[in-house]
């Protein structure tokens, strides 16, 4: 079993409509993150976070560490929206580094 | 703003070939990684490096190595390129606060084919 699990894999929305993207985790935590994947390849880095909530624009993540789950929300959802979005978790293990394990990625297309 | 730039954006080589991927970040980072991606396995860590000439192995480093002779510039080297390494490989850099989640910042991918 992945330790990072998203849902859904696919979504389609008409612009704008709100968009919920989750993220399961199984693992101990230090962050949570989410990242943005355009067609062509960019990663971008959205949010991290280890508790509460993060609003940036239309864009708002949550983090629930009991039970290890984390939100993606898009409101008003645009075209521009279209794209993958990847949930990945950092153990904080050791002293060297920040590794990331990723999630399989929620591919969101947004219709005009 | 952080820049991560990869010396190719596309790149087709023969199985056998030795391949060299470089990555270039300009914000002092002290963490480097390398990752590929692959349709339904997402993103995989093959190596990242903490420290000049300093290197861990990630997930899957089989048939890769890595160097990093500065701190700004790290390589991933395939030693004989195969069909298997057909891929989209990513860098990233992170400043490098240890034991505490921090950002990092991909370049722009390069889009690897082996013949």
């Known amino acids: 079993k992945n330790e990072v699990e998203q849902s859904p894999q696919n979504l389609t929305a008409q612009e704008g409509e709100f968009i919920t993207i989750n993220c399961s985790y199984s693992?101990?935590?230090?962050?949570l993150h989410w990242l943005q994947q355009h067609p062509g390849g960019g990663i971008v880095s959205l949010f991290m976070?280890?508790?509460g909530k993060k609003k940036h624009g239309r864009l708002i993540a949550t983090i629930n560490i009991q039970e290890k789950h984390s939100s993606l929300h898009i409101t008003a959802s645009h075209p521009r929206d279209s794209a993958v979005y990847i949930c990945?978790?950092?153990?904080?293990?050791?002293?060297?580094?920040?590794?990331?394990?990723f999630g399989g990625g929620t591919r969101v297309l947004v219709k005009p | 703003d952080v820049k991560v730039t990869q010396s190719s954006r596309y790149l087709v080589k023969r199985t056998g070939e030795k391949v060299f991927l470089e990555c270039v970040q300009d914000m002092d980072h002290e963490n480097m990684f390398w990752y590929r991606q692959d349709p339904g396995l997402g993103l995989r860590l093959i190596y990242f490096?903490?420290?000049?000439?300093?290197?861990e192995k990630g997930d899957i480093p089989e048939g890769y190595s890595v160097s990093r002779e500065k701190k700004e510039r790290f390589s991933l080297i395939l030693e004989s390129a195969s069909t298997n390494q057909t891929s989209m490989y990513l860098c990233?850099?992170?400043?490098?606060?240890?034991?505490?989640?921090?950002?990092?910042?991909f370049g722009p991918g390069t889009r690897l084919l082996v013949l």
């Open positions: 693992v101990g935590i230090s962050a």
């Open positions: 990233a850099s992170s400043f490098g606060l240890a034991g505490l989640g921090e950002t990092q910042y």
């Open positions: 490096s903490y420290d000049v000439k300093m290197k």
């Open positions: 990945a978790v950092d153990k904080g293990q050791g002293a060297a580094g920040n590794k990331l394990t």
């Open positions: 976070l280890s508790s």
